[in-house]
């Protein structure tokens, strides 16, 4: 299985972060849980919510208010958008097939479980 990040790498304050992952060699409506985790520069994995296969969506509660996640079954895709972006959301982003969801700043790199390269989101006016 294999993910990939794409989007822009510079957004401004305010506005609204948008960022698809390709799935290839799986699919998105196999049982996972298909997630988004950020790492702001210097700290640790934030997980930030899931798409479930059967299309069920998850927040980390703190976001909630500011982030959609949502999918296109027949790209095999799922996107995340993060509104009214602070300079607090530069990090690098990940999407990953992960089997549990973390809610919190703790999320294990497991084996059978499948990340993305990441991608480096710069916010800057």
């Known amino acids: 299985v294999q993910l990939q990040e794409s989007g822009p790498g510079l957004v401004k304050p305010s506005q609204t972060l948008s960022l698809t992952c390709t799935v290839s060699?799986?699919?998105?409506?196999?049982?996972?849980?298909w997630s988004w985790i950020r790492q702001p520069p210097g700290k640790g994995l934030e997980w930030m919510g899931a798409?479930?296969?059967?299309?069920?969506?998850y927040y980390r509660p703190t976001l909630k208010s500011r982030t959609s996640i949502f999918r296109d079954t027949s790209k095999n895709q799922f996107t995340l958008q993060l509104s009214s972006v602070t300079p607090e959301g530069a990090a690098v982003y990940y999407c990953?097939?992960?089997?549990?969801?973390?809610?919190?700043?703790?999320?294990?790199?497991?084996?059978?479980?499948?990340w993305g390269q990441g991608t480096q989101v710069t916010v800057s006016p």
């Open positions: 060699g799986g699919s998105i409506i196999d049982g996972y849980y």
């Open positions: 798409i479930g296969g059967r299309g069920s969506i």
């Open positions: 990953a097939r992960l089997r549990s969801l973390y809610y919190g700043d703790y999320v294990p790199r497991l084996p059978n479980d499948y």
